[in-house]
């Protein structure tokens, strides 16, 4: 689907966010052993949500470009897998989670591109999400290498 | 898409708000409809001139107490007024959008804007200082002290229904003054809303009402001898009125007009960042704005002007259109039924007078089941000369009229021709050619690589020819000598 609106894209970012603070807290109950870290993700996540909420609600204007600066973003390139099932190991979940955190990535580094004419906040505050993806590939990557 | 969830429940019955009160107007009630979905969400009173002069007298004897209050106490009202609005931002961006018809985005940006005054405002201790100078002879010095005068009214329009009047309101109660906000009698339930806010964070009665009416109630206020001023913003023909009424009664007066605003494309525009900010400017808030785009101007060759065109209207063909509540839609229904007919008149005029309709929005593709009664669609028209009517008159519509320049001379030559100087904007890559602009165009608001050139809280919403009446205008420090009266004094101790 095509997200051509502000509200579209803070909706759809936060629904991102949604979705994978709760495969993190699914993996924080199947691996306690990780639990914290797990945990600390799926805050994070929530986090970002409300700094996406607040950037847009902050500087959106009606005499900028807020329904016409996303054209071009489709939801589909976007879309995270966040299902498990009993027998995932954990291996392979980790692996799932960062494909997801480069997909979630990916679209905020986009939406970033795309809103540079929405005031300097709200694709400031993509670009710094984008950049915590980053480090949480990392940390996801360490894991990998622990497990 | 899903649409969010409606604030409005059922039918309001509004109320006038007079002397810290709800109060039953006493005047004949008419509906008040959702645009998109045609559905009665409120009924509103045209109040009687018995309650307009309750209003005043409420608010007359409200001032002398407030005037006294210390500015940082009325500020400290204007920050509780600003947290609550952050409290319902979203109530109140959607309210807008079921009495305006406006996208979700465009009401949450008006809400913000109307937020961004009463922050300005919250300024007052340092805005309302006056100057002084000592020495002015030996041992003489003089000093100048802001007052405020008393009662003020704004009289509001239906395109910014939560916006306009926070242009003046939180001002006009910094100062020391008492207002009485007269709501669109269109869409008048988010001042309501306000109103409602206003009372929790604590103004005392009578120094903020509002009284809901149609031209009788703006009559009467404007006759009111204890009303010190009106601001006002709509129609140039009304704004004109409104003008010459508050001259004969010896009123303060802002009157903001209507526009025709030109929109200039130089050759050397990047259109890529160009065209979604003309789609803004065009067709955001349904083109009901008087900052909007109306004549997109192309100077250049052939090659760039059909680039220009194609690009201008495939994005315009693409745009979404249906109720704002939902989120993916980028343009909203017209205010009403009889806005779309007169938007309709000018498609027509438009045709008959030799312009190439490029773009025909009379039919629109709805998203979603809607009635079809208030919905239009982008329309473009090409070969668009300056004598046209289509040109000349504010259609205040989604209705783009595209014309061509030789070079700059000309182009600035025919904004000239209109006779309204609200806003005209230009893009283009050469800062030589933005400054020309700037430097020569008669307009108050100049947008460079901007398509609504619309002013922030801290700067006066400006306006020249018949787009504005008046001297001083709303928003930021001009408001606060709008609200004020320059007082001198002169000291000598011997």
């Known amino acids: 689907m095509r997200l051509k609106t502000a509200s579209e894209i803070v909706k759809f970012a936060g629904e991102l966010e949604e979705k994978s603070a709760n495969f993190y807290e699914k993996m924080a109950e199947r691996f306690p052993e990780r639990k914290d870290i797990f945990l600390s993700f799926a805050k994070e996540n929530r986090k970002c949500k409300k700094m996406v909420q607040r950037a847009y609600s902050e500087v959106v204007s009606d005499a900028l470009e807020t329904g016409f600066s996303f054209e071009g973003m489709e939801s589909g390139k976007y879309l995270i897998e966040t299902n498990f099932s009993q027998n995932d190991n954990v291996r392979l979940l980790l692996n799932k989670a960062l494909e997801m955190e480069k997909k979630i990535q990916k679209f905020y580094l986009d939406a970033a591109e795309k809103s540079k004419s929405l005031l300097a906040d709200v694709p400031r505050v993509f670009e710094r999400i984008g950049k915590k993806r980053e480090e949480r590939k ?10 | 898409m899903a649409i969010l969830e409606e604030p409005i429940k059922g039918v309001l019955e509004l109320k006038n708000y007079i002397d810290g009160k709800w109060i039953a107007s006493k005047g004949e009630f008419h509906d008040i409809l959702n645009p998109a979905t045609c559905k009665v969400i409120a009924k509103v009173p045209s109040s009687t001139r018995e309650e307009v002069n309750e209003a005043v007298a409420s608010a007359k004897k409200a ?8 500015p940082l106490a009325r500020c400290r009202c204007l920050f509780r007024l600003k947290e ?9 961006s959607r309210i807008q959008t079921m009495e305006h018809g406006k996208t979700i985005d465009e009401s949450r940006g008006e809400t913000r804007r109307g937020i961004e005054n009463v922050e300005v405002a919250t300024g007052i201790p340092s805005l309302m200082m006056g100057e002084n100078l000592e020495d002015i002879a030996t041992g003489i010095d003089e000093y100048l002290i802001r007052q405020p005068l008393g009662v003020f ?8 229904p939560f916006m306009v009047p926070l242009w003046f309101a939180p001002y006009a109660v910094a100062t020391g003054n008492c207002i009485i906000i007269k709501p669109s009698p269109r869409d008048p339930i988010s001042q309501v809303k306000l109103c409602e806010l206003a009372e929790e964070a604590g103004f005392p009665p009578g120094v903020w009402n509002v009284v809901h009416g149609g031209k009788e109630v703006a009559e009467a206020l404007m006759e009111h001898p204890d009303v010190k001023g009106v601001c006002f913003v709509g129609s140039t023909p009304v704004a004109k009125k409104v003008y010459k009424k508050c001259g004969e009664t010896g009123k303060r007066v802002i009157a903001q007009g209507g526009a025709k605003n030109f929109i200039v494309i130089m050759p050397d525009a990047n259109l890529e960042k160009t065209i979604p900010a003309l789609m803004t400017s065009f067709y955001g808030n349904t083109g009901q704005r008087c900052l909007s785009g109306a004549n997109a101007l192309v100077v250049g060759d052939d090659k760039f ?14 745009i979404r259109i249906g109720y704002g509540l939902d989120e993916s839609v ?3 229904p017209m205010q009403s039924k009889e806005g779309k007919k007169r938007v309709l008149g000018f498609i027509e005029r438009g045709i008959k007078e030799g312009a190439k309709l490029v773009l025909d929005g009379r039919k629109p593709d709805i998203t979603g089941n809607y009635p079809s009664d208030c919905f239009l669609g982008p329309t473009v028209f090409e070969d668009v000369t300056c004598d046209m009517e289509i040109a000349k008159e504010e259609i205040f519509g989604p209705v783009a009229c595209i014309m061509r320049a030789k070079s700059l001379d000309e182009a600035i030559s025919m904004i000239h021709t209109s006779r309204y100087g609200n806003a005209a904007c230009i893009f283009t890559s050469s800062g030589k050619i933005a400054r020309e602009f700037q430097y020569r165009v008669e307009c108050g608001n ?3 690589n901007i398509g609504i050139a619309a002013p922030m809280a801290f700067f006066p919403f400006s306006g020249m020819k018949e787009s504005f009446f008046g001297i001083l205008h709303g928003q930021g420090k001009e408001a606060i000598r709008f609200f004020t009266e320059s007082k001198v004094v002169i000291q000598r101790w011997w």
């Open chain 2, 153 to 160: 009214s704004c009289i509001a329009p239906f395109n910014f």
């Open chain 2, 446 to 448: 100049i947008g460079i």
């Open chain 2, 63 to 70: 001032f002398p107490e407030w005037r006294r209050t210390p």
């Open chain 2, 305 to 318: 002007y059909k680039k220009f065109v194609q690009g201008f209207v495939e994005a315009a063909s693409r």
């Open chain 1, 138 to 147: 990392h940390k996801i990557r360490d894991l990998q290498e622990v497990v």
């Open chain 2, 330 to 332: 980028q343009m909203g």
């Open chain 2, 84 to 92: 609550l609005l952050e409290e319902n931002f979203e109530e109140l």
